[in-house]
């Protein structure tokens, strides 16, 4: 059974830093793309950033600058690294991958259970 486990959220002041990471396990083919998504309290689910097999990100334009997304595909893992964090980055982050669980079946996202970060002082 694929899972995808989240680990490295917490409390953090302003202007600090905080790193994600989320590793998959189970029975898999392959991982595609991964992501991390976000979600405040009575806000949408939204994206925060992308990475592609291949290395290829994308973020989103309120992190620019200041969270950088990265992979190990041989560990199967994704990582979140997170600079300068400001109040309105305080939400549940979940991770998200689109993985092919076998060679004749087609790829389906999957997610985590969420992990909270919370930006205060």
């Known amino acids: 059974q694929v899972q995808l486990v989240e680990s490295g959220g917490g409390l953090v002041q302003p202007g600090g830093s905080l790193r994600l990471s989320c590793a998959a396990s189970?029975?898999?083919?392959?991982?595609?793309?991964m992501g991390w998504y976000r979600q405040a309290p009575g806000k949408q689910r939204e994206l925060v950033a992308s990475i592609t097999h291949g290395g290829t990100t994308m973020y989103a334009d309120s992190v620019k600058g200041r969270f950088t997304i990265s992979r190990d595909n041989a560990k199967k893992t994704v990582y979140l690294q997170m600079n300068s964090l400001k109040p309105g980055d305080t939400a549940v982050y979940y991770c998200?991958?689109?993985?092919?669980?076998?060679?004749?079946?087609?790829?389906?996202?999957?997610w985590g259970q969420g992990t909270q970060v919370t930006v205060s002082s």
């Open positions: 998200n991958a689109a993985i092919r669980v076998t060679v004749i079946t087609s790829p389906i996202a999957f």
């Open positions: 189970g029975n898999m083919s392959s991982i595609y793309a």
